[in-house]
Each structure stands twice: as structure tokens, then as C-alpha cells.
């Protein structure tokens, strides 16, 4: 009966614990094999940037232009998406749109008038050496 009670407890232990410990490793692991140049990606720390090297422990990630931040590749948290997810962007400039916007004196407001209450008064206590809070 003990060994039974045993077995069973064995069991629960790997089915509650150690089975989804490792299902998220799985997942973890396939996560950053698949990870190439030009996907964009999220860190353990929340950082989103685009992958711009990899090796075989590190990736370094291209947070705005012109600014690198190197990781851990097991500090990755998600993909956002891959790099085949773009298309290649053209650079005919006859491709792209222009927007042009046109603005009227008569719409932008006249000069505000300010009201004394409004300024800003800058306080600058001095400290009477004599002076003894109650």
C-alpha cells in the first residue's frame, strides 16, 4: 500500500512540476533557434529591438537607429515578427507618397493675453538663525 501511495505521489510530482517545466524549456529553446537576422524581438527585460548579429551565445539587438544593445540569447521573451514578414521596401522615389499640409493664418490663434495669476513667482526663503519651531 505504501509503495503504491509512493507511486503515486512520484507521479503527481512529475506531472505537475516537471512536465511543464520542461514543455517550457522546449518552447524556450525552439524559440531562440528560430530567431534570425532582421526579426524583431522582445527580451526578458521588455526591451523590443531588431536582431542585427547573432553567434552562439549572444544576439545584439538594434533598439533605434544607431544604437546596439548585446544580450543573452536566453533572455529572449518572444518574436514579434521575422524578417520574411517585411517586404523588401523600394527605394524608387516615385514609390512613395507625399503629404503636403497647407495652414492659414486665419486658423492659428491669436496671441494669449497671459494673467498675473498665472506667472511663476520663484521663492527663495531665507533662514533666520533665531527662528525655533514651536
Known amino acids: 500500500m505504501q509503495i503504491v501511495l509512493l507511486i503515486g505521489m512520484l507521479a503527481f510530482v512529475y506531472l505537475v512540476f516537471l512536465r511543464p517545466q520542461q514543455k517550457r524549456l522546449n518552447q524556450q529553446k525552439s524559440l531562440v533557434s528560430s530567431v534570425e537576422v532582421g526579426d524583431e524581438v ?4 521588455g526591451i523590443v529591438g531588431q536582431v542585427i548579429d547573432l553567434d552562439e551565445e ?14 543573452l540569447k536566453i533572455a529572449l521573451s518572444r518574436k514579434i515578427s521575422s524578417s520574411q ?3 523588401t521596401q523600394s527605394s524608387d522615389p516615385k514609390d512613395e507618397e507625399v503629404i503636403e499640409a497647407n ?32
Do not use: Q, R
Open 42 to 45: 522582445v527580451t526578458a527585460g
Open 58 to 71: 549572444y544576439m545584439t539587438l538594434e533598439v533605434c537607429p544607431d544604437v546596439e544593445i548585446k544580450f
Open 85 to 87: 514578414d517585411f517586404p
Open 103 to 134: 495652414f492659414d493664418d486665419e486658423h492659428l490663434p491669436s496671441e494669449v493675453e497671459s494673467d498675473p495669476k498665472d506667472e511663476i513667482v520663484e521663492l527663495n526663503p531665507t533662514i533666520d538663525p533665531e527662528h525655533k519651531e514651536p
